[in-house]
DNA sequence: CACTATTTTGTAACGCGTTACAATTATTCC
DNA sequence: GGAATAATTGTAACGCGTTACAAAATAGTG
């Protein structure tokens, strides 16, 4: 045997499980806490090792958000396909998939502010903070169904852009311009939806 | 006399005098360096004063910053003003007028992360921050442009803000979604300004 | 001037995200 | 077992926003 001498670097495995628990226990602390009870130090105690090994497996708190965004958008996009079951109409469908996207970020005001507001954790420049080829997978869901409907194909993509992009502009704004005398999110998307499909 | 004796509090001109000064060395700050150099620290380095003294006049940065907000929202609805000189249509001075806002966030990132996502300023609850008649009078700019369209009088509150809240939220995906091919801002923007006109 | 009341400041601290660096620990090979 | 190497941790620190509290400074009256 002519292996290294010395101790070895952790295994693939190993380094999956520590992400992977690292994350869970993020999203434990998440749910249970809120956003802001999210430090690094309260994760370090919880997972039971020390700060400087979370940077070692993570590098730095943005990262460690990114894996949460993935499992909340799995839980938006799961409610979205539990409402169409059994709904045919494409615009029906694409309606009530938006009214359910936005109407989720209004009843988790914590979430929204964790996947689309996380870049003030880091005295950066803006980051690029919805990387990752599950969310905008995701994106793709509306995509199809906008495509399901009498949209032409050459306006799908764009028109999908424009929806997606206002339904974020719903949520971020009655998450945080709380003062304003919004009108009925569930109307504005609507109106955005309408929008989409006869422009 | 009668008069109470001791140092007597601030008056009101010093007290305004002081808190412009720290709202005009926070605006240089910001212009110069960015927001990420706009520190309390930093501030009262620049204004000649502790950190404390800031406190003594701000409850805290995000009051500060809202002052920042007025002066930037100023500049863009100057802007716009500008750009709709001598236009006549009311739709296109409403294309106009949404393109020009849309356009100066794409061209100040900074001046968006500042105005729209600074919450993560704060480790609270996701706070009211664009609270303020200054604020809420300039979306009254756009009202005004969707009421002196074709939009029927009763759909215009609803429809502007469904207007506000898509261009808030393309702003918000372009400067933070980098890595998702997003098609062309201005041909988004117009479809949300055709969708708020038809829909 | 002394006295008084308010303002400002200094000092220290908190937890935050993060980094540097050395010491300790753990795991392998020989 | 010793040697080697990687992982982990402890200690300290940085600047951040903010707070507590006491000392120092200031601005007024008599």
Redesign the interface.
Known sequence: MTAKPGRPPRAAKDIKRMRDKIAEQAMQIFQQDGF?ALSIRRLAREVGCSPMTIYAHFDGKPEILRHLWGAVLGQVFAKIAEQLQGVEAPELRLRLAAQCFVAHWLEH?DQF?MV??????V??D??????GAAT?GH?QTFMDLVAQTSVPKGEV???T??L???????A??C??????P???PA??TD??V???L??
Do not use: C, H, Q
């Open positions: 802001d005001p502010r689309f507001m996380s870049s003030g954790v005295r950066s803006v980051a690029s903070f919805m990387s905008i994106f993509k764009i028109r852009e424009a997606i992009m206002g339904m974020i502009g719903v971020l704004s998450n945080t311009i709380r003062d304003y919004w009108g009925d109307e504005i109106i955005m309408a929008g989409v006869r422009a």
